[in-house]
């Protein structure tokens, strides 16, 4: 096992964390500037108001993207599982 390659897996981990952390990122970001402006024009300054529509719209995401996230994560293990034996190769 090389050098290159374990940092090759590690960038492929990192780059597959941020894309499967993406959908509810956004949702929660959308739903957080949305309320927000909304806050502004009606001069509510109710710190605690945002929390729960981003909590249901973070749900909403998972349970969209729920499968998408994890048929990406089953072929990365598959990955890496089916590498296994190309790693251990003796000296």
Known sequence: ?????????????LYLIMIL???MLVSALV???TISILQATT???EQTLSFVPKIVATFVA????GSWI?????NFALEIFKSIP?????K
């Open 31 to 33: 739903v957080g500037l």
């Open 1 to 13: 096992m090389t050098e290159e390659y374990i940092l090759y897996v590690c960038g492929q981990a």
């Open 21 to 23: 952390s993406a959908p």
């Open 43 to 45: 001069q509510v300054q």
């Open 86 to 90: 190309t790693i251990a190769q003796p």
């Open 62 to 65: 998972v349970l969209v993207a």
């Open 70 to 74: 994890a048929q990406m994560l089953g």
